[in-house]
T-cell receptor, first 118, second 113 residues
Framework: DAGVIQSPRHEVTEMGQEVTLRCKPI?????LFWYRQTMMRGLELLIY????????DSGMPEDRFSAKMPNASFSTLKIQPSEPRDSAVYFC????????????????FGPGTRLLVL | AQSVTQPDIHITVSEGASLELRCNYS??????LFWYVQSPGQGLQLLLK??????LVQGIKGFEAEFKRSQSSFNLRKPSVHWSDAAEYFC???????????FGQGTTLQVKP
């Protein structure tokens, strides 16, 4: 299995530009998570999807951030317009759906996208 | 609310020495607990997890962790550290019914030769 795939691995952009981060989850997984990692705030969950439906977006910083999952094999996280404080590493993770017993399934992380907004 | 505390931000041990990384959690029900490792420039890799049953769980790379409900702890251990273990380690707790994980702030491990 190829694991979770993220692109691009690195992105440098200027303030005000639109940034789109992409994620391909592990085949067969139907939960997908977007995280942001910074030195100051650590790992933060931004949003997660189950069966392509956004379940919880309470971690999305503000309206400049949006995420979509048009199908089971692809998700995007978009920042428009970008700001220097958005500079961070953005991780995508996927997992199998929760069993009816509610057992927590393991999340598998992608390599991340390192974003720098100048 | 759920929370995870990793009291040690940075730990340095000598190669071959034993290691224990601390993790304390706050959660009302039976927690689902995880340890992940992150090497520089990489994503997070699962080391081990605890769902139920035996409170001592074995993971990859020779790591183990012990769940102690009375102390709300899930400390990670390794009897003999290798230089390749230098990385950042994250403890996480999951609620089980949402799929969400709450991560601690991480502990950076440095290994001296």
């Amino acid at each position: 299995d190829a694991g979770v795939i993220q692109s691009p691995r690195h992105e440098v952009t200027e303030m005000g530009q639109e940034v789109t981060l992409r994620c391909k989850p592990i085949s067969g997984h139907n939960s997908l998570f977007w995280y942001r990692q910074t030195m100051m705030r650590g790992l933060e969950l931004l949003i997660y999807f189950n069966n392509n439906v956004p379940i919880d977006d309470s971690g999305m910083p503000e309206d400049r951030f949006s995420a979509k999952m048009p199908n089971a094999s692809f998700s995007t996280l978009k920042i428009q317009p970008s700001e220097p404080r958005d500079s961070a590493v953005y991780f995508c993770a996927s997992s199998s759906s929760l069993r009816t017993s509610g057992v927590q399934e393991t999340q598998y992380f992608g390599p991340g996208t390192r974003l720098l907004v100048l | 609310a759920q929370s995870v505390t990793q009291p040690d931000i940075h730990i340095t041990v000598s190669e071959g020495a034993s290691l224990e990384l601390r993790c304390n959690y706050s959660y009302g029900a039976t927690p689902y607990l995880f340890w992940y490792v992150q090497s520089p420039g990489q994503g997070l890799q699962l080391l081990l997890k605890y769902f139920s049953g035996d409170t001592l769980v074995q993971g990859i790379k020779g790591f183990e962790a012990e769940f102690k409900r009375s102390q709300s702890s899930f400390n990670l251990r390794k009897p003999s550290v290798h230089w390749s273990d230098a990385a950042e380690y994250f403890c996480a707790v999951g609620s089980g019914n949402t799929g969400k994980l709450i991560f601690g702030q991480g502990t950076t491990l440095q290994v001296k030769p």
